[in-house]
């Protein structure tokens, strides 16, 4: 059927007037019959056209359709566990950025308590200002220590003497002219400003027999003001430790 | 003329009633279709051969669709039903396409 040999004799001009010729009507059965089933032909036709292009999934068959529907519920599932995986991801990440802040913000706090106590940071909060008036230079450094050691008992956090910040390793010593505070002379009058709480501190400084008696008794003179903003300016800086290292607590 | 008379009232007829396709019929019918048209182009080309014969057509016609359909049913049953209905398309789709040739032959001589 498929490689039927041309006749030699059907010319182009033949085979036209040979389709016209069959397009004649010819109201046999056999045509009747063939028209009908051309009908039924281009009625499917039709048919199948429209249904293809109204329907979608309809059109497949069950194994294509059950095959779809294992992709789409494996693909879900995959991305149901990404998505579990990354929410994990994010949890983790956002912990640990709550924990990194807490710690920074402690370590913060930290910093500031211990640069006060250390005299590495400048301080302000309520406390007294103490000015002693010694123009004969009859303070020693002695007293200076009772005053000091009075503050510290009262709770003083951070106390300056004429610009010069007292901490642990401040030391007085008794130069020609006066008082030396860590090797600078003191001036007269000399001025204190001390953090801590204002009553405890000053109730401590005036206590009979106390430092400011002390003072009194060597004939010099102390004015002693309370304060809720007292300002601690000086600061000095922290030596390098050299021997010491912290013990690493459990 | 009475053919293609035919298959315009057909292709008419379908655009007017909107058929739905019954569900058994599903896989079935665009086969049928595509092994009427080889039916039908065989049909052309036996005409222009000069050897077309009005019982031969019909009977090509009808026994093309119920064989094609017959075995894309087989194809289901078995569960291969896409792979056979890919290849009955590929086989129809060879021969529609040789029919077109010959009848191009014929009228264009090229």
């Not at chain 2, 315009?8 to 279709?33: D, S, W």
Request: aromatic share 4%.
């Amino acid at each position: 059927m498929t490689h039927v040999p041309e006749r030699p004799e059907s010319s182009a001009r033949e085979s036209w007037s040979l389709l016209l010729r069959a397009l004649r009507p010819k109201a046999s059965a056999g045509q009747v019959l063939v028209g009908v089933l051309c009908a039924l032909l281009g009625f499917a036709l039709v048919t199948q056209v429209r249904h293809t292009h109204a329907s979608g999934l309809s059109a497949l068959r069950q194994s294509d359709l059950v095959r779809l529907l294992e992709e789409t519920t494996d693909r879900s599932r995959e991305l149901r566990s990404r998505v579990a995986e990354l929410e994990r991801t994010r949890d983790e990440l956002a912990s640990g950025t709550n924990q990194q802040q807490a710690a920074l913000e402690a370590a913060t706090a930290r910093a500031g308590t211990q640069g006060i106590l250390s005299g590495r940071l400048p301080a302000v909060g309520p406390g007294v200002r103490l000015t002693l008036s010694d123009p004969s230079r009859v303070l020693t450094a002695s007293t200076y220590v009772t005053i000091l050691t009075e503050l510290r008992n009262a709770g003083a956090e951070a106390v300056q003497v004429d610009g010069q910040r007292v901490t642990a390793e401040t030391f007085f010593l008794d130069g020609p002219d006066g008082v030396l505070v860590d090797g600078v002379l003191v001036q007269n009058p000399t001025s204190w400003h001390v953090i801590g709480d204002p009553h405890t501190i000053s109730q401590a400084l005036e206590i009979p027999g106390g430092a400011l008696a002390l003072v009194r008794s060597q004939g010099a003179s102390s004015t002693l003001t309370t304060s809720e903003q007292v300002e601690v300016t000086a600061t000095r800086t922290v030596p390098e430790l050299r021997f010491a290292t912290p013990v690493e607590s459990g | 003329m009475i053919a293609l008379l035919g298959l315009a009232l057909g292709i008419v007829a379908g655009l007017l009633f909107e058929p739905t396709v019954p569900v058994g019929l599903q896989p079935y019918l665009p086969i049928a279709v595509i092994a009427a048209l080889d039916a039908l182009f065989g049909g052309l080309r036996a005409r222009l051969d000069g050897i077309f014969d009005d019982k031969v057509f019909v009977v090509s016609f009808l026994s093309n669709v119920v064989l094609a359909a017959l075995i894309v049913f087989l194809g289901d049953q078995l569960g291969v039903g896409s792979q056979l209905s890919t290849a009955v398309v590929v086989v129809l789709g060879i021969r529609i396409f040789s029919n077109a040739a010959a009848i191009r032959r014929h009228l264009f001589k090229a």
